[in-house]
């Protein structure tokens, strides 16, 4: 993490935030579920591989959902999404460890924990298929993948610059994602994803992340690339199931 860069406020007092908080207290081990396999097969199904996300609220919306995380997770998979993402960070975004464990004991697709990881110890909260390590806010990237690795965990690794991204490969990372959100401002541009995934090798699982509200943003990002989409706020609002299968299986 460059120490000298400047940051948006939430995303400062999100770090913060983090820096604080530890483990469980105990190492996890754990059976992953596997996120490519399930991207995968729903591709060969003709269904758009939609990491649909369990997002109560964020910095960057209004409002928050108040259903249980467990009938939202249900919703999400019987929309026709391949995989869940699930927020664990308390102060920002409303999401728990307890609200993961729910999530992953009421379905049988991958589930990811997205976090501001930054430390090896904070691996050690909750079992998950997959953990998000944001490159721009670890020391040790590889350090940090390979211990995620340790415990089971497959790293989804996050990046925003080409040079978060040579970082990420650098650190032998088969999963990653490219965050169309910058977020040092917050800003969103699809042309983020489109300008990094040509270098990114094929064996590599690339996720598009941010910033895919609809069925053309979902499609762009498909032609530009991307094995899988991760989408939170376009399926929260409103009927999460019937949001789903319109961007998973192309509804008009």
Known sequence: MNASEEFAPAIESILAAADERGSCGRRLS???RSLPAALATAEGDGRVPIIGEVKPTSPTTEGRREDEPAALAEALVAG??????????????GGSPDALRQVRETVSVPVLRKDFIRREEQLDVVEADAV???ARFVDDLAGL???A???GFQPLVEVHTRKELDDALTADADIVGINNRDLARLDVDLSTFEALAP???EEVTLVAESGIGNREDAARMRRAGA????VGSALMDGDVAANTRR???GER
């Open 30 to 32: 754990v059976s992953a």
């Open 80 to 93: 026709g999404a391949a995989a869940l993402s699930v927020l664990t960070e308390p102060e920002h975004f």
């Open 132 to 134: 998000l390590l944001i």
């Open 145 to 147: 993948v390979g211990a």
């Open 149 to 151: 690795r340790e415990r």
């Open 199 to 201: 270098h990114v090798p």
């Open 227 to 230: 094995d899988g989409l991760l």
């Open 247 to 249: 961007l998973a299986e």
